[in-house]
């Protein structure tokens, strides 16, 4: 008989551990070591000789969010590393790659700066429409749900536009997770995302991966983050992993608190515009109940102005100035401070994990403030 399905927790936790051996750790723990001993023989073949293309506690981190996306996986020291080894290995002079208009800011930045000096063309688009044509385009990345504004695409109907074009398709990951949505079985030739947000979400390490079902593109990733040096360490991959075992739990909290906190601005009189795809009148919540397991824990929304949001985060207990997102602490941040292209008084506000009714009246009572 097969085996029925395992829920997400169950496939958190065991993913990517090696072989149990009797006497030692079902995660073993983080491998150090730049040069490995050599075969005197054979030399290093079949075996691990060197840090940066080989590590153990790197392969079992990157077999963990493999099975979990789906396909094979790459792990980067950052998000930023996985875009740019996508970007740059992928394209050529007169090349045209489409980005999203309203996803995270530096992914266009690098584009700018990177791109387009190379004789790349670089396009952008909104998440939720509407798209060029994509005839003669080479690769088209999207980021749903986008990071700030949370708009959602159709990840299918993208996917099939961009391939009868001729052009590969990738998919940012980073805000829903592999347990939010897999892309690669709605036809993505490639995953991209930033582990350093929910998907580790202790705020302690930094790390990217890509994930695909392409072996050739997966060659080409692997030369090319082995060349430029971009393997994450030992004790980050090892933490990663660690962190894995709990990413079902933390995600129900999250998106548990995000549901309530939205109900919450939704209904004060200090909040213009509330986004969060799990609300029913959210434009994102058609296509995310469709096409998402479940809605993350982020939330935004607009005050009136950076003063006001200044008062928000002064008079709030719980919420932690910060900018990053799906930590186990509420965190929000005023995306404009950055230059992200985003209004003034927008807030990009990540729930963690704490009570729901804590964080409710916490956040209510620092509105009332603003």
């Known amino acids: 008989?097969?085996?029925?399905?395992?829920?997400?927790?169950?496939?958190?936790?065991?993913?990517?551990?090696?072989?149990?051996?009797?006497?030692?750790?079902?995660?073993?723990?983080?491998?150090?070591?730049?040069?490995?001993?050599?075969?005197?023989?054979?030399?290093?073949?079949?075996?691990?000789?060197?840090?940066?293309?080989?590590?153990?506690?790197?392969r079992h981190l990157e077999t963990a969010i493999g099975e979990l996306e789906g396909g094979d996986c790459l792990a980067f020291t950052t998000g930023m590393a996985a875009i740019g080894a996508t970007l740059l290995s992928l394209l050529h002079p007169g090349d045209t790659v489409v980005l999203p208009a309203d996803g995270y800011f530096t992914t266009r930045a690098f584009a700018r700066a990177e791109l387009a000096p190379r004789g790349i063309e670089v396009l952008t688009?909104?998440?939720?429409?509407?798209?060029?044509?994509?005839?003669?385009?080479?690769?088209?990345?999207?980021?749903?749900?986008?990071?700030?504004?949370?708009?959602?695409?159709?990840?299918?109907?993208?996917?099939?536009?961009?391939?009868?074009?001729?052009?590969?398709?990738?998919?940012?990951n980073t805000t829903a997770t592999p347990l939010g949505q897999r892309p690669l079985e709605l036809g993505a030739d490639l995953v991209v995302a930033s582990g350093t947000k929910a998907l580790t979400g202790h705020s302690d390490l930094l790390l990217g991966y890509i994930a695909t079902r392409d072996g050739d593109l997966l060659a080409r990733l692997r030369s090319w983050r082995d060349s430029t040096g971009g393997s994450p360490s030992p004790f980050d991959s090892w933490l990663a992993h660690r962190s894995l075992a709990t990413l079902d739990l933390r995600l129900a909290r999250q998106t548990a608190n995000a549901a309530?906190?939205?109900?919450?601005?939704?209904?004060?009189?200090?909040?213009?515009?509330?986004?969060?795809?799990?609300?029913?009148?959210?434009?994102?919540?058609?296509?995310?109940?469709?096409?998402?397991?479940?809605?993350?824990?982020?939330?935004?929304?607009?005050l009136r102005g950076e003063a006001e949001?200044?008062?928000?985060?002064?008079?709030?207990?719980?919420?932690?100035?910060?900018?990053?997102?799906?930590?186990?602490?509420?965190?929000?941040?005023?995306?404009?401070?950055?230059?992200?292209?985003?209004?003034?008084?927008?807030?990009?506000?990540?729930?963690?994990?704490?009570?729901?009714?804590?964080?409710?009246?916490?956040?209510?009572?620092a509105l009332d403030a603003v």
């Not at 072989?19 to 054979?42: E, H, I, R, S, Y």
């Not at 008062?311 to 709030?316: H, K």
């Not at 719980?318 to 807030?347: C, E, K, N």
């Open 260 to 302: 309530a906190v939205a109900d919450v601005l939704a209904a004060h009189p200090a909040v213009d515009r509330v986004r969060w795809p799990g609300r029913p009148d959210d434009p994102a919540y058609a296509v995310a109940s469709r096409q998402m397991a479940r809605v993350p824990g982020v939330v935004t929304f607009d």
């Open 125 to 172: 688009a909104p998440t939720a429409g509407p798209y060029p044509q994509f005839e003669g385009v080479r690769l088209v990345l999207v980021e749903t749900p986008a990071n700030p504004g949370l708009d959602v695409c159709d990840l299918a109907e993208l996917a099939a536009a961009a391939h009868a074009a001729g052009a590969l398709f990738a998919v940012d």
């Open 1 to 58: 008989m097969s085996q029925p399905p395992l829920g997400d927790s169950t496939r958190v936790l065991h993913a990517g551990l090696p072989p149990l051996v009797p006497g030692q750790p079902f995660l073993p723990g983080p491998v150090f070591a730049a040069p490995f001993v050599l075969d005197p023989v054979t030399g290093g073949e079949g075996i691990d000789w060197y840090g940066r293309p080989h590590n153990a506690s790197r």
């Open 309 to 365: 949001v200044a008062r928000f985060l002064t008079a709030t207990a719980l919420v932690i100035p910060a900018t990053s997102f799906g930590g186990l602490h509420t965190t929000a941040d005023r995306r404009a401070q950055w230059g992200d292209d985003a209004p003034p008084g927008l807030v990009r506000l990540s729930c963690g994990v704490e009570d729901t009714a804590d964080l409710v009246a916490d956040i209510t009572r």
